[in-house]
Each structure stands twice: as structure tokens, then as C-alpha cells.
């Protein structure tokens, strides 16, 4: 994650319920009302970047407030948790976010949420063998008598994992481009050897 | 509601994309107008709020305004990631295309003959190269350091292919004409449509730049 990494600058525009905990009087258009005050309690969704330094600024105030608290974005709502506990490959996280991940080790960073960590793990263990055998069998499927050209561009390919790999989040999309890159050029690699 | 920072995402999305061409979509100068300008207004804000504090601000008496501020400061931050962020991933494509060899305008001439991106993005410049003339300073001078550089060394070609060759020698077809070159085994023509057997050595970087076809 580098201050250039366009993911990461992309994941920091996911929005997170926040509340303001006190007045602001020019602040009024992040409540889509400019010419209002905004006030103390009232719930809008910022970006990360925005909510983040926000909630963890030190305001001077005596009795330790920040200028918003906030809570897990739906994406990491107990819905969420709940079906992805059940089966995480049933779910598909792109709806969720493009940056599942991203969103939630960011959010973990901020709030402790015993069962997250854990159910983000076991969500991506799970998916990422999945995505690794549909990233196979593409390979396996497409190399013969195919131009490489059109084996390159294979995320919505037909078949029954089409429903699987259109939910991948951003990273699993790298994973699952490298793997069939991986499993394609072993293939010529091979081919290549017997030739010679 | 448009906020501030919007228009800096927009401007990373475009980077994003830009990720995975193989050519250069037309370089973006009204968004990258808007968000410096979004800056500018961004800080005129700050000056404004500051203004009657005479420099003897204190945040925690005046807590609503700190927010404000801090608001303001982070989006021009944000503004300024999305910017260096957007120019960066252009040039680290210039440099690549540097090194590969690639004649920028060529790529010009393909696009208008439609390529994906000269779609996508209407907004670009109209003319003839999709790069802003910063850019193409850049290009050239990158060309001429990594000239320079592999000037040190003239029994190798450190822009040459990796792929060791199969054959020394092959057959090509000249696709345009590239005027006369200098082999070891004196002068060869080049004029369009004829056909030669060369060295590969002596006409790797002509291929590479759309010159002559590799035949067989």
C-alpha cells in the first residue's frame, strides 16, 4: 500500500456512516443542505480518508470527543458476517464493495471487532482456492486452439463459475488474473520443452 | 451532491483504467484543471477562516471551526494524492513505452483509427497525441537520459529482446519505408514492400517500432 497505489487511493473513497458530535456551522453540504448548519448528531456518510482523521483528530476537547464517531459500513454489517460465515463463496463481495478487503483491514485498523479478523480470514482462505481452480481449468480450457489474445481477457468467461468470479473483489481479480497468467505460461513453458 | 474530492477520484478512476490499456488514453486536462482549481478555492476557504484569528488560533476554543479546517486541509490532501497519484501512473506507462521502443506518434495514429480509449474519454485533446505537452517533454527527455545511458555500453543493447534468438539470421518485409541502415554487411535499403535476410541483431529495435515484419 504506497501513497501512488491506485487501489488503495480508490479503497479510501469507500463511504462509512459517521455522526457528528458537535455543531458545525460551515460544514452544512456534507449533509446535501450547504446553506444549513450542520448539527451535532447528525448521520452522513463519508469517505474514508475524510471519517478517519475525523474521528481520530484530537479536538482539544476537555472531555475527549472527536468530531464524529462512526460505525462498519454495511458491507461489514452483520448480514454480511452472517452470510459469509455461512458459505463465503455464496457471497458475492463485489456488490458488497470493490474493495472488500481493502474496506475491512481498514476497518479493522480502526475499530476491535473480535469476529471480523477471523471471518475475513476464513472468507478469504475459502475464496482464494476457489478462485484458484476456476483460474485453472480457464487455463486449461483455453489454451488449446485459442490465439493467447483472446485466452487474455477471460473474467466473464461462460460456464458455472461466471456467477463466482463476477462477485470478486478487486484483489481477488489481481489473484485470480495471476494465477491463470501462472497456470497459462507453465503450460507453454511445458509445451515449449517437448518441442525442443 | 458533488463534494470535494470527487472530482480527484474520478481523475484515480481514470488512472485505473489507464492500468490496464496497452496504449495511452488522452490526457485529462479539465479534470486535472478542476481539481487544482478545487485546491485553490479549498485554500482561499482556509485564509478566509483564519483570517480574523490575527495567527492566535486555538482549536480547542473554537472546536467548529478546527473541524472546518481540517475538513478543508484533508480534501486538498486528498486532492493532491489523486493528482500525483493520476500523473504518476502515466508516466511509469511513458517510461515503459520508452523502453520498449514505441514511437509515440504511431500511437497517436492508432488511436484515432479507434481504439478503445480514444472513446472512452471525448473530453481529451482532440489533436493528434493523447499526451499533454508536459508529457511529451517528458517523453523525450526520458528517451534521451536512457540514450545516454545505453550509450556506456556498445557491444549490448539493454532495450534488445530477452528471448535469446532461435536464428541469426531472418527473413523480413519492410512495412514502411526506414531509409538506409548500416550492417556489418554494408548498407541495406529499406524501401516498402521489399524483402530482405538480415541479421536479426541489426533490425530488432526497426520490428519493434513497426518497420519491418518478421517473416516464417
Keep these: ?196 | 451532491m458533488p463534494m470535494y474530492g470527487d472530482l480527484g477520484n474520478k481523475l484515480v478512476q481514470h488512472a485505473k483504467r489507464t492500468q490496464n490499456l496497452a496504449h495511452l488514453p488522452p490526457y485529462q486536462t479539465e479534470l486535472v484543471r478542476a481539481v487544482t482549481r478545487e485546491v485553490r478555492d479549498l485554500d482561499r476557504d482556509v485564509a478566509a477562516l483564519l483570517e480574523p484569528f490575527q495567527g492566535s488560533f486555538d482549536p480547542a476554543e473554537h472546536q467548529a471551526t478546527a473541524c472546518t479546517l481540517l475538513v478543508n486541509h484533508l480534501s486538498m490532501r486528498r486532492n493532491k494524492r489523486c493528482l500525483l497519484a493520476y500523473h504518476r501512473t502515466r508516466t511509469d506507462k511513458l517510461e515503459e513505452l520508452v523502453w520498449n521502443g514505441t514511437d509515440i506518434l504511431d500511437m497517436a495514429g492508432a488511436q484515432q483509427a479507434g481504439g478503445p480509449g480514444a472513446v472512452s474519454a471525448p473530453d481529451g485533446a482532440a489533436g493528434s497525441s493523447s499526451l499533454s505537452p508536459q508529457e511529451e517533454d517528458y517523453f523525450r527527455q526520458y528517451g534521451d537520459l536512457l540514450a545516454a545511458y545505453k550509450g556506456h555500453w556498445t557491444d549490448i543493447d539493454l532495450t534488445g529482446s530477452l528471448e535469446p534468438p532461435r536464428d541469426l539470421f531472418i527473413d523480413v518485409r519492410v512495412l514502411k519505408d526506414a531509409g538506409e541502415i548500416q550492417t556489418e554487411y554494408g548498407a541495406i535499403n529499406l524501401t516498402k514492400n521489399s524483402q530482405f535476410y538480415v541479421r536479426q541483431g541489426d533490425v530488432e529495435r526497426l520490428i519493434a517500432q513497426g518497420y519491418l515484419q518478421k517473416l516464417g
Aim: glycine share 10%; net charge negative; aromatic share 8%.
Design chain 1, 1 to 196: 500500500m504506497s501513497y501512488y497505489d491506485i487501489d488503495a487511493i480508490l479503497t479510501d473513497a469507500e463511504k462509512i456512516p459517521c455522526t457528528f458530535q458537535l455543531d458545525v456551522p460551515d460544514l452544512g453540504y456534507l449533509d446535501n443542505a450547504p446553506t444549513q448548519p450542520l448539527k451535532a448528531g447528525t448521520k452522513v456518510n463519508l469517505p474514508l480518508w475524510l471519517a478517519e482523521m475525523l474521528a481520530i483528530a484530537n479536538t482539544g476537547d476537555p472531555e475527549g470527543r472527536s468530531f464524529v464517531t462512526f460505525d462498519l459500513p454495511s458491507a461489514l454489517g452483520n448480514d454480511v458476517i452472517q452470510a459469509l460465515k455461512a458459505d463465503p463463496r455464496a457471497v458475492p463481495l463485489r456488490d458488497q464493495s470493490p474493495h472488500f478487503y481493502g474496506l475491512a483491514t481498514h476497518m479493522m485498523d480502526l475499530v476491535s471487532e473480535d469476529k471480523l479478523p477471523e471471518v475475513v480470514r476464513n472468507t478469504f482462505v475459502t475464496r482464494a482456492a476457489e478462485v484458484a481452480l476456476h483460474a485453472r481449468k480457464l487455463g486449461g480450457v483455453g489454451s488449446r486452439g485459442r490465439t493467447a489474445a483472446e485466452e487474455g481477457s477471460n473474467l466473464g468467461f461462460g460456464g458455472a463459475g461466471e456467477e463466482f468470479l463476477r462477485g470478486l473483489d478487486e484483489w481477488e481479480r489481481k489473484l485470480f488474473r495471476k494465477a491463470h497468467d501462472g497456470a497459462k505460461s507453465g503450460k507453454e513453458w511445458m509445451e515449449n520443452i517437448r518441442k525442443h
